[in-house]
């Protein structure tokens, strides 16, 4: 019995401090690193969180994210949107809040989907039934490479691009 009690102190210890260890985590030194983009528009302050994957001599669209599949729209956690004010995605109302943003990439349409639940790990337990608004968007070349998927905010405007492809988003309040 005393042997039991101490393995299973002994396992109670080593979980605690893997736990501990995986909360300290620099996010900084993951593949795909985290990044931020914030911008105002028409007055709302809005904040993306996302992390930002590299093409690495990959092809992106329709191979490594596949067309009509849902996509997290990064890496790791599942990408943010923060607004302190209501907007207008695509004329289309979002109330100010948190969101997942999730998207729906084909060559010349993309379903953007903002999701009510927000703290996910990647598309794995996404649940659309949690859509609070989706929008379709066509993309567009871009008008140069990107390496690394990044988020733009601004002059009336989300902007994704990766690669060769660039996804306008038009935002208003």
Do not use: C, H
């Not at 996509?71 to 207008?88: L, P």
């Not at 008008?143 to 989300?158: N, P, Q």
């Amino acid at each position: 019995m005393k042997r039991f009690l101490q393995i299973t102190l002994l396992l109670f210890v080593a979980v605690a401090f893997t736990v501990q260890a995986q909360a300290q985590e620099d996010k900084s030194k993951r593949p795909s690193p985290p990044a931020v983009a914030e911008g105002k528009i028409d007055g709302v302050n809005i904040k993306i969180d996302y992390s930002r994957p590299a093409v690495k001599g990959r092809t992106v669209w329709g191979e490594l994210v596949p067309y009509g599949k849902v996509w997290r729209t990064g890496a790791n956690e599942a990408t943010t949107i923060e607004t302190d004010g209501d907007i207008r995605i695509e004329g289309m109302p979002l109330p100010k809040g948190r969101y997942s943003i999730f998207t729906v990439p084909n060559e010349n349409n993309w379903e953007i989907r903002f999701n009510s639940e927000p703290d996910q790990w990647g598309a794995y337990r996404y649940d659309d039934s949690k859509d609070v608004l989706r929008v379709d968007v066509a993309p567009k070349a871009a008008s140069e490479f990107a390496e690394r998927l990044t988020f733009d905010v601004g002059k009336g405007m989300i902007e994704i691009s990766w690669a060769d492809v660039s996804v306008p988003i038009k935002v208003s309040k």
